[in-house]
Antibody
Framework: QVQLVESGGGVVQPGRSLRLSCAAS????????MHWVRQAPGKGLEWVAGLWFDGSKKYYADSVKGRFTISRDNFKNTLYVQMNSLRAEDTAVYYC?????????????WGQGTLVIVSS | QSVLTQPPSVSAAPGQKVTISCSGSSSNIGNNYVSWYQQLPGTAPKLLIF???ERPSGIPDRFSGSKSGTSATLGITGLQTGDEADYYCATWDSSLSVRWVFGGGTRLTVL
């Protein structure tokens, strides 16, 4: 069955960097678009970034553009997000999610999430 | 302020029916598929409805979706206490900054 397992979360100071990973299994990873979606404590869902099955096209929310970089390694079946210049408002649970088709269809499978806390 | 507008909360008794609305614009709902997600307390979201009105395998037919113009609706019949959750609508927005947008979420309480 489809499994997505995020890792790399933790406590980080404002202005520092962090890289999250999402290990995928149970499906042909290289055939699917992937996304990062986050949820601040007690708040709703916010899409962060997405990329095509081959990584050729990437899309970002305005709130993270220029600071976050989404990438993937189709040989390692792993999705990444490099988060730089972190701010307190980036504190959230970060979920990786598979797109049913391309990057504009839906989020048909989700990981369990990894918590990022940006605090001094 | 979310791009898609949902009521913050809805409630109904067990066995009853409830609808949750999601209002957008021509750049999002009006020209793209809508999907709905259920988030039970303390868990990751789960796809409930895709392509406006399709259910993934394993989702009971008590859950339904519809879309008209720039609005979408999630319907749940035969409410159960286990349906208590947050529900989110989402779609692709092809305005100035192409991106995914979510509704603010609706908390369903089964009284």
């Amino acid at each position: 069955q489809v499994q997505l397992v995020e890792s790399g979360g933790g406590v980080v100071q404002p202005g520092r960097s962090l890289r999250l990973s999402c290990a995928a299994s149970g499906f042909t990873f290289s055939n699917y678009g992937m996304h990062w979606v986050r949820q601040a404590p007690g708040k709703g869902l916010e899409w962060v970034a997405g990329l095509w099955f081959d990584g050729s096209k990437k899309y970002y929310a305005d709130s993270v553009k220029g600071r976050f970089t989404i990438s993937r390694d189709n040989f390692k079946n792993t999705l990444y997000v490099q988060m730089n210049s972190l701010r307190a408002e980036d504190t959230a649970v970060y979920y990786c999610a598979r797109d049913q088709s391309g990057v504009v269809r839906n989020f048909d499978h989700w990981g369990q999430g990894t918590l990022v806390i940006v605090s001094s | 302020q979310s791009v898609l507008t949902q009521p913050p909360s809805v409630s109904a008794a067990p066995g009853q029916k409830v609808t949750i609305s999601c209002s957008g614009s021509s750049s999002n709902i009006g020209n793209n598929y809508v999907s709905w997600y259920q988030q039970l307390p303390g868990t990751a979201p789960k796809l409930l409805i895709f392509d406006n009105n399709e259910r993934p395998s394993g989702i009971p037919d008590r859950f339904s979706g519809s879309k008209s113009g720039t609005s979408a609706t999630l319907g749940i019949t035969g409410l159960q206490t286990g349906d208590e959750a947050d529900y989110y609508c989402a779609t692709w927005d092809s305005s100035l900054s192409v991106r995914w947008v979510f509704g603010g979420g609706t908390r369903l309480t089964v009284l």
